[in-house]
């Protein structure tokens, strides 16, 4: 994995798949490269292992030319980040091929490619792709058969681009399991693993389905599906525009999106509440059927997501009395599930293409539950696609690896469904038009948390020479802890974990001393006074405490005593509001230690392998 960008047009594609992959960056990556079909009709080749940039300047210096072009950002699975396991790769100069996926059974393939005299120039499952494509178009097929026949015999998951000298002005494009667009232009077609690669050249967009091969020419196009079927996509209109991925002013993309939060939960909640109540039909045509059904939620999903679905199983179980469990979802898929009776199935995902997540949601299918509802911020996406119920988050790109906006609008949503199961439990319509007050109250007291940047900056001063950090939460404030511990290991690769305050004493006190600092989130709820004894046996131990206190709490500044003062706001959205705080912090903490915020190393943004 990681990025794809593909074109068969009627001018020199070179510049378009460069502009594509920097358009891909956010994603992550350790080397990129391109083929270009030109005009000699040889398949010509540029990899570097580092950025696109280094790329783009190796082609000012040797450019490459052609009508018919294949690129790729390469994050590495199989095989360590160098040139020749860059992507694409070539068979023989005769054919080449971009991978984004794992092939499971590549081992067996490759012993029996080698037995009938393949050499390997990678440590990459890719290539036995790329060879297996070959050994069919020796047999006499077209590309397409090919690929067709060579896809049959892979176990795993996909998203390929594929070109052959011997067929100029030719792509095939094939899906399973990874995310793949194409871009409809005037007499050209473009393909990639993300609509914002294509924004400059096109608006127009087909969706590839499971399971989808594409036959793509400059001036016609055939899909099929896994059957070999001939079949009609839809083309859509992308409303996003080809700045969306701009930082705008900003230093990074991460900064711009986190103080994009107010604007972006403004937009979730547009014209999904009315006179105090929240829109049913918000969350898909079927709401009202399923929520009736609904006596149990059951929520999975990954990294931030997963912390979004914890917070939620505090609202769910104290506001609507509705039981609920929460499960990472590469845990899920491997154990035997018991599943009750009216149980809804919630994935929360921002691209709605984490590969954990979409597995486990197609296992749900399979099982007992009332019905699946995806809380996602990419409408097209294989998540949506496959759920009976859809809530969009409406984050807007969101480019920084680590995510900010896209948690805080998926903490909006889950609140949203909270009030949607508490009203079918009882609840008066006085009580959800306050709830759905606070809801609207969102904007404003993120603003105010915006506000602290200056203080928080100075206080990450302190972490400068720092490598490890605790950080404490009680109730809704645990997650909240969690959240912020990942991002803080995320960009700025400090090592931090979260506790639950009252479980210090249980092992991780052990690790408090002068230069292990720990972090504490405190709102003004019934917890702060428990927190506060925790918080003083850090103290006794000679630990450095940094609170996230609100300013009524009773906790000022005094030695080892850091306290950045939070403007009053109601417990149950205290969660969304008190990320905002963290999420500088931990930026500010990685801008001092030189850190690459938007793009850590050995992250990717989109997690579309297992």
């Not at 990681?2 to 460069?18: F, T, W």
């Not at 399923?290 to 149990?296: E, F, G, N, V």
């Not at 230690?593 to 938007?598: E, I, S, Y």
Request: with cysteine; aromatic share 6%.
């Amino acid at each position: 994995m990681c990025g794809i960008v593909g074109a068969v047009a009627q001018r020199d594609v070179s510049p378009i798949l460069i502009e594509g992959l920097r358009r891909l960056e956010y994603r992550g990556y350790d080397s990129a490269g391109l083929v270009i079909l030109g005009n000699s009709a040889k398949l010509e080749r540029a990899r570097v292992l580092g950025k696109v940039n280094k790329l783009a300047a190796a082609l000012e210096n040797e450019p490459l030319e052609g009508s018919t072009g294949i690129a790729h950002t390469r994050w590495a699975t199989h095989g360590k980040p160098s040139v020749n396991n860059a992507h694409p790769h070539i068979c023989r100069d005769q054919v080449a091929l971009v991978h984004n996926g794992i092939i499971e059974n590549h081992e067996k393939l490759r012993a029996d490619q080698i037995r009938e005299g393949y050499e390997f120039q990678s440590e990459t499952d890719t290539e036995v792709v790329v060879n297996q494509v070959h050994k069919h178009l020796q047999e006499g097929k077209d590309l397409l058969q090919a690929v067709q026949d060579t896809i049959e015999q892979l176990q795993g998951a996909y998203a390929l681009g594929v070109i052959s000298e011997a067929e100029p002005g030719r792509l095939i494009a094939a899906r399973r399991g990874g995310p793949l667009v194409i871009g409809v232009g005037i007499g050209e077609y473009f393909i990639a693993s993300d609509k914002f690669a294509l924004l400059p050249v096109t608006q127009q967009f087909i969706i590839l389905e499971e399971g989808d091969i594409a036959d793509v020419h400059r001036d016609s196009l055939q899909i099929y599906n896994f059957r070999g079927e001939r079949v009609e996509r839809a083309v859509t209109l992308s409303e996003l525009s080809a700045d969306a991925a701009d930082k705008s002013g900003y230093k990074h993309y991460m900064l711009k999106e986190i103080y994009t939060q107010p604007v972006a939960i403004a937009d979730t909640l547009e014209g999904r509440l009315l006179n105090g109540q929240v829109i049913e039909k918000a969350f898909g045509m079927a709401a009202e059927a399923i929520l009736d059904q609904t006596r149990a939620v059951h929520i999975v999903a990954c990294g931030t997501s997963y912390h979004a679905g914890l917070v939620a199983r505090y609202w769910l179980e104290e506001i609507a009395g509705v039981h609920c469990s929460v499960e990472v979802a590469s845990e899920y898929r491997y154990r035997q599930s018991v599943v009750a009776p009216g149980t809804l199935f919630v994935t929360i995902s921002q691209s709605g293409e984490t590969a954990d997540t979409l597995a486990a949601l197609q296992l749900a299918r399979t099982l007992n539950y009332c019905g699946t509802l995806a809380i996602c911020n990419v409408a097209e996406s294989s998540v949506t696609r496959e759920s009976d119920l859809v809530f969009l988050t409406r984050a807007g790109a969101e480019i920084g690896v680590a995510s900010t906006k896209a948690f805080t609008t998926q903490l909006t949503a889950l609140f949203m469904l909270v009030l949607l199961l508490a009203r079918q439990r009882g609840m008066s319509k006085d009580r959800e038009k306050d709830l759905t007050a606070l809801l609207e109250s969102l904007p404003g007291h993120i603003n105010q948390m915006l506000e602290l940047d200056g203080k928080i900056k100075e206080l990450s001063e302190q972490f400068n020479d720092k490598h490890h950090t605790l950080y404490l939460g009680r109730g809704t404030m645990l997650p909240v802890a969690m959240e912020g511990a990942l991002k803080l290991k995320e960009i700025s690769y400090i090592h931090a974990e979260a506790y639950p305050a009252g479980e210090l004493k249980h092992g991780p006190l052990a690790l408090v001393d002068e230069d292990m600092p720990v972090v504490a989130v405190a709102p003004n709820n019934d917890l702060l006074e428990k927190l506060k004894s925790n918080l003083q046996e850090v103290r006794a131990r000679g630990g450095q405490l940094y609170v996230f206190m609100d300013s009524n709490a009773d906790m000022e500044d005094s030695e080892g005593v850091h306290v950045i003062k939070m403007t009053p706001v109601d417990e149950l959205i205290a969660p969304i509001v008190y990320t905002v705080p963290l999420q500088l912090f931990s930026y500010h903490v990685a801008v001092l230690k030189g850190a690459d915020v938007d793009q850590p190393r050995n992250l990717a943004k989109s997690v579309t392998v297992e």
